[in-house]
């Protein structure tokens, strides 16, 4: 897949761009595989539905960014994918956890999907055409995410006593992981000078904060940890790795390892 | 026929272009073209060293579609027939993103008549308060009943939502607005 051709960058520009690109598929792609593991046993069949349709729209917009990082890097879309070592990928430590049960499910998708929404609309204006052209097409795509997890919240909030109970205790167990999806990136102040990143992760932090907090108080919750300002990043960020990972990770590899240069 | 607007057919052989393009079939759902869904963009020629090459712009409905692929290779493959140019590339394109707006009244009618509901021309909302409102009830495409329920935003496909229709009991498909 090709996009549009861009402005030429500069070595630690391009560097800088590749790491934001890389956190950026990365989340999706894990996220995409976590969830894609409810394929067949969600709680209904409609959400069976629902969760696969999603999770081929996270791996679709992973599978985009990685292209557009491999055209970047001189690299292979599925080598960067399927081919690194497990310390070498970049997702927040939110997405370093196991899917668990439903409630977990939809507290990590509604901390995830609100955070993504902010970051989403930021970079549709980023300097860097093919990143806003990006961020655009899939923030569209990404609203029946919103929809979908604003309908759960809203469901198991309602139903009151278990099932508001385990998603009020899921919020509060990965609040602080959670944070990770805006931990500073080493090249923020680069990205940021050249317009490629129009806001600091901190800002989207914060904004992220009010916006959930909207949502969750029209469900009769509050934020399940403080919002200080500034904003906290978390300490596990960006690098730490769980052994739920390296299970996942032995799981999405296990084709690509088992047949090497094989395609599909 | 149908031109691309961004593209004014000055090149006679761009004319030849739209037309055979909208003999090619979208995979999922052929009763459609790819001209018709809207999926084709811009259709230009560029000097190469060994002469011309074609280019088209093509539009994935979604960034994760797994069709594109499918439809990057029957279009080209259906322009390399024409032998209009040396070399023929079908480039993936979100400059503009595809919308449904996109699809024409011919495509649209095309929809209905293989049972699919067109999509509502609901502008997208981004603030969480309208996101309920967001999906107006399909019209369904058996009766052209109004009175039908939104049973899944998520269908069989990723562009897909279910419906269910009161008036004639039908289940059926819509297209997203997106």
């Known amino acids: 897949m090709t996009v549009a051709p861009a402005r030429s960058l500069g070595p630690t520009e391009s560097a800088a761009l590749a790491e934001l690109l890389l956190t950026l598929a990365d989340d999706e792609f894990i996220l995409g595989f976590w969830d894609s593991e409810w394929t067949g046993i969600a709680p209904i069949l409609e959400e069976d539905v629902a969760m696969s349709s999603i999770s081929q729209d996270e791996i679709g917009h992973a599978r985009a960014w990685y292209e557009l990082l491999a055209q970047l890097t001189a690299d292979d879309a599925d080598r960067i994918a399927f081919g690194r070592a497990p310390d070498e990928y970049r997702h927040a430590a939110l997405l370093n956890h196991a899917r668990g049960d439903w409630a977990h499910t939809v507290a990590r998708r509604l901390l995830y999907e609100t955070a993504d929404a902010v970051r989403l609309e930021s970079l549709t204006g980023s300097s860097y055409a093919p990143v806003a052209e990006l961020a655009a097409k899939m923030r569209r795509e990404e609203t029946y995410h919103l929809l979908h997890w604003n309908a759960w919240l809203r469901q198991l909030t309602a139903a009151g006593g278990e099932a508001r109970d385990r998603l009020v205790a899921a919020l509060a167990l990965r609040w602080s992981d959670a944070q990770s999806i805006f931990a500073p990136l080493a090249g923020e102040g680069i990205l940021r000078a050249g317009g490629i990143l129009p806001e600091a992760m901190a800002a989207l932090q914060k904004r992220w904060h009010e916006r959930l907090g909207q949502w969750l108080s029209a469900a009769g919750l509050s934020l399940p940890g403080p919002a200080t300002d500034p904003p906290q990043p978390s300490t596990a960020g960006r690098t730490g790795r769980t052994p739920d990972f390296a299970w996942l990770h032995s799981e999405f590899t296990l084709v690509a390892r088992s047949e090497e240069g094989a395609t599909w | ?178």
């Open chain 2, 1 to 178: 026929m149908v031109t691309s607007p961004s593209a004014p057919v000055v090149d006679p052989r761009l004319a030849t272009i739209w037309s055979a393009l909208g003999e090619v079939p979208d995979p999922e759902i052929p009763a459609i073209s790819v001209v018709d869904l809207g999926v084709i963009g811009d259709a230009r020629f560029e000097p190469i060293e060994a002469g011309e090459r074609l280019v088209v712009d093509l539009m994935p409905t979604f960034v994760g579609c797994p069709a594109t692929e499918v439809m990057r290779d029957q279009v080209g493959e259906r322009l390399r027939t024409l032998q209009i140019a040396d070399e023929v590339e079908v480039r993936v394109s979100f400059s503009p993103p595809w919308t449904s707006d996109r699809i024409t009244p011919a495509g649209r009618e095309a929809l209905r008549g293989s049972g699919f509901a067109p999509p509502s021309g609901v502008a997208l909302s981004f603030a969480p308060g309208d996101l309920l409102t967001m999906l107006p009830s399909a019209i369904c495409p058996y009766c052209g009943s109004r009175n039908t329920t939104l049973e899944n935003p998520f269908g069989p496909t990723l562009c897909r939502s279910i419906h269910h229709c009161a008036d004639c009991r039908q289940p059926f498909e819509a297209f997203k607005p997106v």
